[in-house]
T-cell receptor, first 111, second 114 residues
Framework: GDSVTQMEGPVTLSEEAFLTINCTYT??????LFWYVQYPGEGLQLLLK?????DKGSNKGFEATYRKETTSFHLEKGSVQVSDSAVYFC??????????FGTGTSLTVIP | GAGVSQSPRYKVAKRGQDVALRCDPI?????LFWYQQALGQGPEFLTY??????LDKSGLPSDRFFAERPEGSVSTLKIQRTQQEDSAVYLC??????WGDGYTFGSGTRLTVV
């Protein structure tokens, strides 16, 4: 069945460091891929998405490229800020309507 | 409304009690989803509505869980005879499209069963 495997955390980085959070997926067909972010005490917010192979989603300095050959959708940011501290979830939308989420990666950015 | 609204924000229930969780989706959104998020885990699918029709309830963990959306807008997730393992955050999400292409999530209801 469809599933997402996400890099385990927690991840702690200094401000302005480079961020990579790995995500790989298993799916039948051609899923859409997403990154959601959850700030403390808040609901999930869509960060970026890609709907087909080689698409790059980007938002707020974050990027992820849909790689069909490696079944990956790694999240990257060149220079993280303290305000980026949150939990990040990789997800896919495949056959049917439900989303499949990874277990989440907690990111803490220290000044 | 501007976003997906869920109430109550927090709920403490004694084991065996029935609870009802409410979701107000974004006006006009066709698709509505319920997810359960256990502590330290990603959300897991419970059920899906397209307008008032419940098209998929495969994720409901037991027959104690029941969801409805009678007029195709507000939805209620009911849990009967709550158990400790039901403690989780229950998330509602809605989408304008029939096929999900990025949901808008509510802030969730944190249910604690004691």
């Amino acid at each position: 069945g469809d599933s997402v495997t996400q890099m385990e955390g927690p991840v702690t980085l200094s401000e302005e460091a480079f961020l990579t959070i790995n995500c790989t997926y298993t799916a039948t067909g051609y899923p859409s891929l997403f990154w959601y972010v959850q700030y403390p005490g808040e609901g999930l917010q869509l960060l970026l998405k890609a709907t087909k192979a080689d698409d790059k989603g980007s938002n707020k300095g974050f990027e992820a490229t849909y790689r069909k050959e490696t079944t990956s959708f790694h999240l990257e940011k060149g220079s993280v800020q303290v305000s980026d501290s949150a939990v990040y979830f990789c997800a896919l939308s495949g056959t049917g309507n439900q989303f499949y989420f990874g277990t989440g990666t907690s990111l803490t950015v220290i000044p | 409304g501007a976003g997906v609204s869920q109430s109550p924000r927090y709920k403490v229930a004694k084991r065996g009690q029935d609870v009802a969780l409410r979701c107000d989706p974004i006006s006009g959104h066709v698709s509505l989803f319920w997810y359960q998020q256990a502590l330290g885990q990603g959300p897991e699918f419970l059920t899906y509505f397209q307008n008032e029709a419940q098209l998929d309830k495969s994720g409901l963990p037991s027959d104690r869980f029941f969801a409805e959306r009678p007029e195709g807008s507000v939805s209620t997730l009911k849990i009967q005879r709550t158990q400790q393992e039901d403690s989780a955050v229950y998330l509602c999400a809605s989408s304008l499209a029939v096929w999900g292409d990025g949901y808008t999530f509510g802030s969730g209801t944190r249910l604690t069963v004691v």
